[in-house]
């Protein structure tokens, strides 16, 4: 599925959870509707159905699990994927929620990498497995020791690659020296060429390459993965 079209369906009746969920999502890349109750929900797919839902347990007219059942009796609902979250404090065992038909569950406000992969692994038939957010910075491609490489910038990070927008990018399977320049600190790694276009169409949003850290300092790597993290909760929490 085209992740940048993917919408999901957000059902709470917290209006502070829904804000919070929303925003996360929409700050890794997803569109979000919204729903506070289970009747919203449902009048909410009357029209175009979302990619997937994500509901609460704990719904103002009925229980999550009640809005699953309700959905398993309509042949148009039922194929869509539905996650919990569990904000109760006896929650429903993962077996009771997949009986009812749910594809997977988590704890209300889990880590975002939890978030992330479940999603990803319920909608994705090649699934990310690190979040990924947009950027915009400055980055150096190719040089090495014996000179300065070409300045061009990173339009997207993740804990394990990223991508640089280019109009020469470098061909698939080459190793490329990068140099990132992220709020202050310099991050010298070599990458791995994935995916590479000089035009937009297709996957591509935008010429450029998709790249994967081979060779990067542990210290760079967590400081990227703080950095993403605070990106998502900027403003959310």
């Known amino acids: 599925m085209d992740r940048k079209n993917l919408e999901i369906l957000v059902v709470d009746g917290s209006a502070s959870h829904i804000f919070y969920m929303a925003g996360v999502l929409r700050k890794v890349g997803y569109l979000v509707r919204s729903a506070s109750s289970a009747e919203d929900a449902l009048k909410a797919m009357d029209g175009v159905l979302p990619s997937l839902m994500i509901t609460d347990t704990a719904l103002p007219d009925m229980t999550g699990l009640d809005l699953l059942r309700k959905m398993q009796q309509s042949p148009r609902l039922k194929v869509l994927p539905v996650i919990i979250h569990i904000s109760e404090k006896n929650p429903p065992t993962e077996a009771v929620c997949k009986a009812a038909g749910c594809l997977a569950y988590f704890r209300k406000l889990a880590d975002v990498d939890v978030l992330?992969?479940?999603?990803?692994?319920?909608?994705?038939?090649?699934?990310?497995?690190?979040?990924?957010?947009?950027?915009?910075?400055?980055?150096?491609?190719?040089?090495?020791?014996?000179?300065?490489?070409?300045?061009?910038?990173?339009?997207?990070?993740?804990?394990?690659?990223?991508?640089?927008?280019?109009?020469?990018?470098?061909?698939?399977?080459?190793?490329?020296?990068?140099?990132?320049?992220?709020?202050?600190?310099?991050?010298?790694?070599?990458?791995?060429?994935?995916?590479?276009?000089?035009?937009?169409?297709?996957?591509?949003?935008?010429?450029?390459?998709?790249?994967?850290?081979?060779?990067?300092?542990?210290?760079?790597?967590?400081?990227?993965?703080?950095?993403?993290?605070?990106?998502?909760?900027?403003?959310?929490?």
């Open 116 to 237: 992330y992969r479940t999603i990803e692994a319920a909608v994705q038939s090649v699934p990310r497995h690190m979040v990924r957010i947009d950027t915009f910075f400055r980055a150096e491609v190719g040089g090495g020791p014996a000179g300065q490489g070409r300045t061009e910038y990173m339009t997207a990070l993740s804990e394990g690659g990223l991508y640089i927008k280019s109009l020469t990018p470098e061909p698939v399977n080459a190793l490329v020296p990068i140099k990132l320049f992220i709020r202050g600190r310099e991050i010298s790694a070599t990458a791995l060429v994935l995916y590479s276009s000089p035009t937009v169409g297709g996957q591509h949003r935008e010429p450029g390459m998709g790249m994967k850290f081979v060779d990067i300092s542990e210290q760079d790597r967590e400081f990227i993965k703080d950095f993403i993290k605070k990106q998502i909760s900027e403003g959310l929490t």
